[in-house]
Structures are given as structure tokens and as C-alpha cells.
């Protein structure tokens, strides 16, 4: 396991902030918090000894909340990715009571602002070229709770066969990646290269729904 880094380059020693001793619950979220600034400006090549300094903290306080590197960056995970993720997606997802368009609507604008952010979007792009397991395990979840339920309602929009009786394939599923990753590709655009986007993401939904929707129809009626 990595330990945490040792001197920064500046040589200059972290002091810690004066003031109050903090709860231990309340200063373990303080460090997360920063440390998900710290990691989507820095990457997760940053050096701890740095973000404690930035804390205004000591770097054995550090050491006693997350002994590693590691369970650090796990911890910031499950703050990033885990957290924002709500168990109720699917189910709305999947209720019928309302037409799919309006459920696939709501369900990207609840989950832009969950996740379309600069610190999920930098920290997920960052994950990714560290070779991390943190997008893969991401994706994994969105697949299973998400993807494959929006594949299983584009077959109920169009009269096929569910899921139970027939196994959604991998190009049903690229299908709707395809959709979910050009959402996906607005917010990089956005946080990443800071390059001009239109900010009526409503209408950009609702304009990805539609040709998803019409798109899945035209593939069924070639069948």
C-alpha cells in the first residue's frame, strides 16, 4: 500500500489551523471534501502532503483518518460516484404509469445535476487515465441499474419482447450508451475543455430522447 507522500517540493512544513478541536466525524468529511477539490484539480498523481497543506492540516492528522493513499482515493469514490446515486433512478425509470419520454427526461436532468459537475466530471477523466478501477466499477453500476433499464422500457415502447423472456444484448445496450455518452460528452466539453456549450440542457435532453425514441422504433419496424 502507498503511504502518503512525504515532503512537498517547497520543503515548507503544513501547519494546522488554530481554532477548536473538531469532531472527528466532522473533520474525517472536511478532509473528503477537500480532497475531491484537491484530486479533480491536481489528478490522483497529487501528492497528499500537499493537500494537507491545503487543509491547513498536519500530515499525520492525515495518517489517522486514511493510513493510505488508497483509502483515500476509495473514500472519494463513494463520495463522487456512490453518494449522488439514487436507489429511486431505476424505479422511475421503470414506472409506466408515465409515458417514457417524460420518465427518460426527468431521469437525465436529475442525474446531470447529480453528477455533471466539475469535480465528478475532472475527477471521473482523471480515474480513467491513472488506469484506476473506479470507471469500470461506475460504469458496471450505471449499466445494471440504469442502461438496462432504459433498454428494457425502449422494448416495451415498441411491443417487443421483455427481458425476462429475452436477454438484452450488447447492441441494445450500445444503443443507449450511445445517447447517455453524447449527454456525457456535453458536460466534458463543458468542464474539461471549457469550450462554448448551449445552456438549454433541457431542450438538448429532449431532442436526445426524441431520436432515441424514434430511433429505436425505425429499428424495430426494419426487423
Known amino acids: 500500500m502507498e503511504k502518503f507522500a512525504g515532503p512537498s517540493v517547497s520543503g515548507?512544513?503544513?501547519?494546522?489551523?488554530?481554532?477548536r478541536r473538531l469532531d472527528a466525524a466532522v473533520r474525517e468529511q472536511q478532509i473528503v471534501v477537500g480532497a475531491v477539490q484537491f484530486f479533480a484539480?491536481?489528478?490522483?498523481?497529487?501528492?497528499?502532503r500537499d493537500l494537507a497543506e491545503m487543509l491547513g492540516v498536519t500530515q499525520p492528522l492525515l495518517y489517522r483518518y486514511f493510513p493510505t493513499k488508497r483509502s483515500l482515493?476509495?473514500?472519494?469514490?463513494?463520495?463522487v460516484y456512490l453518494k449522488p446515486f439514487e436507489s429511486e433512478w431505476s424505479s422511475l425509470l421503470s414506472d409506466r404509469?408515465?409515458?417514457?419520454?417524460?420518465r427518460l427526461e426527468t431521469f437525465y436532468a436529475r442525474y446531470a445535476q447529480a453528477t455533471y459537475r466539475y469535480d465528478w466530471i475532472r475527477i471521473y477523466m482523471?480515474?480513467?487515465?491513472?488506469?484506476?478501477?473506479?470507471?469500470?466499477?461506475y460504469i458496471g453500476i450505471m449499466e445494471e441499474n440504469v442502461l438496462?433499464?432504459?433498454?428494457?422500457?425502449?422494448?416495451?415502447?415498441?411491443?417487443?419482447?421483455?427481458?425476462?423472456?429475452?436477454?438484452?444484448t450488447d447492441l441494445e445496450l450500445e444503443?443507449?450508451?450511445?445517447?447517455?455518452?453524447?449527454?456525457?460528452?456535453?458536460?466534458?466539453?463543458?468542464?474539461?475543455?471549457?469550450a462554448r456549450v448551449s445552456d438549454d440542457f433541457a431542450t438538448i435532453v429532449h431532442r436526445a430522447v426524441a431520436a432515441l425514441l424514434e430511433g429505436t422504433k425505425a429499428i424495430a419496424r426494419a426487423r
Open 175 to 194: 444503443h443507449v450508451w450511445i445517447m447517455h455518452g453524447g449527454l456525457f460528452y456535453y458536460s466534458v466539453r463543458k468542464h474539461i475543455y471549457g
Open 97 to 102: 404509469s408515465k409515458p417514457l419520454a417524460e
Open 12 to 19: 515548507r512544513v503544513a501547519r494546522p489551523r488554530t481554532g
Open 148 to 168: 438496462k433499464v432504459i433498454c428494457a422500457e425502449l422494448r416495451d415502447y415498441c411491443g417487443l419482447p421483455g427481458a425476462d423472456s429475452i436477454p438484452i
Open 73 to 79: 482515493i476509495d473514500r472519494v469514490f463513494k463520495e
Open 41 to 48: 484539480e491536481q489528478g490522483f498523481s497529487g501528492r497528499t
Open 126 to 137: 482523471f480515474a480513467g487515465l491513472m488506469g484506476e478501477d473506479l470507471n469500470k466499477s
